[in-house]
Every structure is written in structure tokens, then in C-alpha cells.
């Protein structure tokens, strides 16, 4: 992953994987204490979190969760409000003038719903939205979903599809797709 679609647990590529959760989430946690004026700590903190400085005027509220970091591509005008979680392995990127909402997820991975495989691999797929997205307080957005130029996503939905632009997203609906 990034780029593939699976990786295998207890690999080369997941022991670094997991190396790099263990640094972003120690990162994180000094982030997430810093006084809210200290600018130049969270500054610092975030271009270690994300392998780079924040983009011009992108604002980053604490908490702020990831763990990963260095697959989260900001663009600028990029507004995060508290406590979002950002699962960034696979890849995420958000346009210019992006509007988070608190408490909202991305995930870009997971696990096979195969039992059998469940514990050998990370599934995922990288996370896209466009320019000018506004995402509700508490959305979450799964793995491999694109979000079109100008869509809003209410509070509390789930968004496990694309996204169509100039498009309203509203609920949260847990159906059953298939047995084993």
C-alpha cells in the first residue's frame, strides 16, 4: 500500500508500517498536549507528523489524530477542526479549502472480511476529495472513496462510495451484504 490494494502482516513493509505508527503516535500525543497558543510547537510537531510544513493558511486544531502522517496531503486553506482521526497509510489528500468538521474519521485501510485472512493482510485504498468539500462533525470515510468539488457530507454520515461534486451526503445506514 500506497499504491496496492493489499500488504502483507508480519512483512518487511508492515514492520515499517508499524515503525512509523509508534513515531506518529508519540508525535501526536506531544501535539495534543502543547498550550493552543504555542504556534511554533505545533509547527514543528506537524511538519514531523507529516514529513513537510503545513501548507499556507491550512489550520490543524488539536487533538488531532493519524497514524501515519506522511501519506496526508494537505492543500492550502485546509481547515481541521478537533479531534478528526486521519488512518492516512493508504493515502489521503485533501483539496484546497477543505472544511473537517470535529470528530471526523478517514480510513484509508482495514482487513479482508475473509476470516481466513483477516489477520495476514491490510486491505485499503487511498482516500480522495476535491476542492471546496465541506465534511460534517463525526463523517467518517472509508477506504477508496472519492470526494467530488463542492460535495458536503453531513455530520454523521458514513461515505463508503464516491462522491459525485456539487453533491449533499446525509446518513449513516449499516445493511447486510452477504453471509459466510
Not at 497514524?67 to 479531534?83: K, S, T, W
Request: hydrophobic share 40%.
Amino acid at each position: 500500500m500506497p499504491n496496492d490494494r493489499l500488504l502483507r502482516i508480519h512483512s518487511p513493509e508492515f514492520t515499517a508500517m508499524a515503525d512509523r505508527v509508534l513515531r506518529t503516535t508519540e508525535l501526536t500525543s506531544r501535539l495534543n498536549v502543547l498550550p493552543f497558543e504555542d504556534d511554533a510547537g505545533k509547527a514543528q510537531l506537524l511538519e514531523q507528523i507529516l514529513g513537510r510544513p503545513l501548507p499556507a493558511k491550512a489550520t490543524i486544531y488539536p487533538p488531532f489524530y493519524t497514524d501515519h502522517g506522511l501519506h496526508l496531503e494537505l492543500a492550502g486553506r485546509v481547515f481541521i477542526n478537533q479531534n478528526c482521526t486521519f488512518m492516512d497509510y493508504a493515502g489521503t489528500r485533501l483539496g484546497e479549502r477543505v472544511m473537517v468538521g470535529p470528530r471526523a474519521t478517514f480510513i484509508t485501510v482495514g482487513h479482508p472480511v475473509d476470516p481466513g485472512e483477516r489477520r495476514e493482510w491490510l486491505s485499503g485504498g487511498p482516500i480522495d476529495v476535491a476542492e471546496n468539500v465541506w465534511i460534517g462533525a463525526g463523517a467518517t470515510i472509508l477506504p477508496g472513496v472519492s470526494i467530488g468539488r463542492d460535495a458536503v457530507i453531513a455530520a454523521g454520515a458514513i461515505v463508503a462510495d464516491d462522491i459525485p461534486p456539487a453533491t449533499l451526503v446525509t446518513g449513516g445506514k449499516a445493511t447486510v451484504r452477504r453471509h459466510w
